[in-house]
């Protein structure tokens, strides 16, 4: 059975209070509580994770895990 770490959750006070300085690396927008958000592998040179909106970002089934969508489309080829 796999583990489910990949689902996405919803932004609480606590991300709200780590995350909100720098917000969204995709949209470069602030979360909001009640956001949708996904821990995200991205063209990213200081974290190979970070926190982005669901929206903007694609699951890849065959690494189990989610990316930016531009960057994975560029890791496509596409
Ligand atoms: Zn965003």
């Not at 995350?19 to 949708?36: I, M, P, Q, V, Y």
């Not at 974290?47 to 065959?62: C, G, S, T, W």
């Amino acid at each position: 059975m796999q583990q489910k770490t990949d689902t996405p959750f919803l932004v609480d006070l606590d991300i709200l209070n780590t995350h909100n300085e720098k917000g969204c690396k995709a949209c470069n927008r602030k979360f909001s509580l009640g956001d949708t958000v996904v821990m995200a592998y991205g063209p990213w040179p200081d974290e190979p994770v970070k926190l982005i909106h669901e929206q903007e970002a694609v699951f890849d089934d065959n690494t189990g895990a989610w990316y930016e969508k531009a960057y994975f489309m560029k890791r496509q080829g596409t």
